[in-house]
């Protein structure tokens, strides 16, 4: 039998906010962090090359004014990323180019808690903010696709489909979940998942009508958008706020959740 290797570890100095492997170099890593748990102070994006011999290296590093709160790898080219700050922008990097971003999206009015790329149509993604919207953005505009203003509290995940190019999803601080489409500018399903905050979703990886919630009720609920009027199942087993769901990609029965 195969014998695990040892984590490696690598101290940013900051704190850790978000990590995400590029879908493009399986040794690539972006992590997005901010000083002072993120409360006060400024961000710093990693992007680090993960090797089994010579452990963990920073290839680059981008300081930004703000804390950063999460990232996201570009679906169309190798070298740029976005990042979400706590100044209300999102910020696109290329790792061939200067210290100053490629550009700024700078709508927001409040800190940006969520970026995700749209893994299928690739040419554009999406933030949810603690002002309590979700923009759709095409990297190559400043201005934005479109804004939904539904949610009545702060926006903590955007997750687009991995299987549907048109939909993704939202949770909030109003115990909603939101399905949206982008070719109609109103939500498509809004399910009331929980009585308290929503942290995170994610989508099914196998059957594209299958949804999964995390709160700070401490529980998991899955839903199918076919049938809202109540969860498939409701998963409870932490003590704390669910922070962060994902199904897996190898399996339609498997997630994992962390508190």
Known sequence: SRMAMPPMQFKTGFHGYSVEWSPWDERRLACATAQHFGIIGNGRLFV???????????IR????????YDCAWSEENENHLISASGDGSIKLWDLTGPQTPLQSF??????????????????????????HSVKLWSPLRRESLQTYTEHR????????SP??????ASVAGDGSLKIWDVRVNKSTHTIYAHDNEVLTCDWNKYNEDVIVTGSVDKSLKIWDLRSTAREIETLEGHNY????????????????SCS
């Not at 590093?61 to 950063?68: E, K, N």
């Not at 749209?118 to 949810?128: E, R, T, Y």
């Not at 509290?153 to 687009?160: E, F, K, L």
């Open 153 to 160: 509290q702060v926006v903590y995940s955007t997750i687009w």
């Open 61 to 68: 590093h981008f300081d930004t004014a703000d804390g950063l």
């Open 163 to 168: 299987i549907l190019p048109c939909n993704f």
């Open 241 to 256: 706020a669910v922070r962060r769901v994902k199904f897996s990609p190898h399996s339609e029965t498997s997630l994992a």
């Open 48 to 58: 680090l090359d993960v090797d089994p011999q010579r452990g963990i290296t920073v």
């Open 106 to 131: 700078e709508e927001h009015t409040r800190e940006v808690y969520s970026v995700d790329w749209n893994l299928i149509d690739k040419g554009n993604f999406v933030s949810g903010s603690w002002d």
